[in-house]
């Protein structure tokens, strides 16, 4: 249940953005969650269909953006991206990584009436 927290920020995030542009309803929301988070989109969507209720985000659809998960090696110097949860270098299989991209989480944007 850890994504309780997270989706009070996202949902508090959009409801300041639609007061600031004085939209009455948030239809649609983006979001970039990566891999690495480990946050599950589905949980995010249902606890965010709990908490908006009674908001101008209420109804609204959430669309999940998954940027690849790009690593690496500071051993090798070598770049490399990773589908699976094995994210060790393929050429010298050190965990000696630095993350370039994989762990982001924001609202990318968002539509409103
Ligand atoms: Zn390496």
């Known amino acids: 249940m850890h994504e309780f927290t997270i989706t009070k ?13 004085k939209a009455r309803k948030i239809t649609k929301v983006d979001l970039q969650i990566g891999r690495l988070t480990g946050y ?7 606890q ?17 953006h998954q940027p690849p998960v790009k690593l690496h090696c500071r051993y090798c110097n070598r770049d490399y991206t990773s ?11 050190t965990l000696e990584i630095d993350i370039l991209s994989g762990s982001e989480l924001y609202v990318e944007s968002m539509e409103a009436e």
């Not at 920020?9 to 542009?21: D, G, N, P, T």
């Not at 965010?48 to 669309?63: I, K, M």
């Not at 589908?83 to 299989?93: A, I, K, R």
């Open 40 to 46: 599950v989109p589905e949980c995010i969507q249902l």
């Open 9 to 21: 920020l996202i949902l508090s995030i959009v409801l300041q953005k639609a007061q600031e542009v």
């Open 48 to 64: 965010f269909d709990v908490l908006s209720h009674d908001t101008a985000a209420a109804g609204a659809n959430l669309s999940f």
């Open 83 to 93: 589908d699976s949860f094995d994210l060790t270098c393929p050429e010298c299989h």
